[in-house]
């Protein structure tokens, strides 16, 4: 829908990893070129598995701290490869998966290098675009003339 819209972000500030969910709901087409088109050229694709996905991580918390690991050391690789194309300042984790979101959130302690904030692709771009109080704004627009005139 955004890119059907004309929006994407501009160039610059910092770089991302992409987690692409193990149930991707990217499905017109392959999701890498979908993001890099709303996004940009400074984004990767950050491979495995988060490890959270459901109730995995609780049912089988044994098998996810490996699978966790694995992931960790993927997510160092992909910084260490955005920095060497050059990208600087912060790094993001973005994916488009709630239980996904909720695992790499879990990361964001452990990775001391000041990588790993997690978020959605629309957040992130709605924050670049609109600004980083654009969900205070939405609301108060929303509380003050309803939802019908934020929407049209």
């Known amino acids: 829908y955004l890119l059907e819209k004309g929006i994407t972000l501009p160039p610059g500030e910092g770089g991302y990893l992409y987690h692409e969910p193990c149930h991707n709901p990217m499905k017109q087409r392959e999701s890498m070129l979908t993001v890099k088109a709303l996004l940009g050229d400074a984004v990767i694709k950050n491979e495995r598995c988060c490890g959270e996905s459901g109730t995995f991580g609780i049912a089988r918390p044994d098998i ?76 108060a627009r929303a509380n003050a003339g309803g939802i019908e005139r934020v929407l049209v």
Do not use: H
Not at 104 to 114: F, I, N, P, T, V
């Open 64 to 139: 996810a701290t490996q699978v966790r690991f694995r992931k960790e050391e993927e997510i160092r690789k992909g910084e260490a490869a955005l920095r060497e194309r050059g990208v600087g300042g912060d790094l993001k984790m973005l994916t488009s998966c709630p239980s996904c979101l909720q695992g790499l959130s879990r990361y964001q302690a452990d990775l001391r290098s000041g990588l790993l904030e997690a978020d959605y692709i629309v957040i992130e771009m709605a924050r670049r675009l609109l600004g980083e109080s654009w969900m205070e704004d939405y609301v």
